[in-house]
């Protein structure tokens, strides 16, 4: 469902085009698949990661991160988790399509850093929001059957002087193999909003600029309710990587930065409501791509 593939030439290299994003229309299904985002969960979630201290990359609560994370994932019956990109911890869990190896990718870093003082870097929205949607994408998608595949992806070493380790050594990874990445959808910087303005940048390519499309399609068809800017941001996050490797890739962004990187950068200043929204977005963009069957038989 919503894919086609074909292959158009850039220059002298051919790249394959397996996103096509026109022509949804609503599903009674993936109305009902956003209903389940839980602000609650998205909270315990952004609690829980702060209270590592500090999980810059490298730092004790970095670590623990990964094992409490790797622990959540794992818990999810239909998920296959597994490490990926060895130190780095990569955290990838797999919901194997029924059709199709065909992979959709959803993602955040779960590294955080504060520049003042690396060792109390709280990062809760930056990155523990993104990280809490990803987790209830897991949670809610794995309760149905896809086309193609879905992958959970969690991200180590964002932040930091190198930058992006954790993703780059991925998509190294995936190139290495010849991984079919239909689409990488970032998740980052995702739920700051002190004054509820509901302002959402898409940030996109010209590559994935048919998302763009997608979303804003999806935000009216299901309500969502976000005031839509498209690449008012042009900051860098793990959605660069797939970029720069000819992958398409788009990322959602807050209106401000907020906190980011800094000790006040805590969980009081999430908003769940406007991270909800944003993982209903992404998700009823990504569920319709990937095929969205019918509620799994567990
Ligand atoms: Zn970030």
Known sequence: MGIVAALVSTGSAAFLVSVDCSGTAFDPQIADMIKQVDEEEILNTVSVLQGFTSRYYGYPGNAMASSYLHGELSNITGLTVEYQGGDLRNIIATLPGKESSKTFIVGAHYDSENSADLSYAPGATDNGGGVAIVLELARIMSR?????????????????????????????????????????????????????RLVLDIMYNDRSRCMSSLMTQCNSLYHIGFTLTYNAHTCGSDHRPFWEEGYTAVMTHEEEHGPAHTADDTVDKISTAYAKKNGQLGMSAVAYLAGVQAPAAR
Do not use: R
Request: charged fraction near 15%; hydrophobic fraction near 35%.
């Open 144 to 196: 149905y059957t896809f086309e193609h595949t879905v992958v959970f992806a969690l991200w180590n070493a964002e932040e930091g002087g190198t930058g992006m380790m954790g993703s780059t050594a991925y998509v190294q990874y995936a190139k290495d193999n010849g991984l079919d990445i239909a689409l990488y959808f970032n998740f980052d910087s995702t739920c700051y909003d002190p004054h509820d």
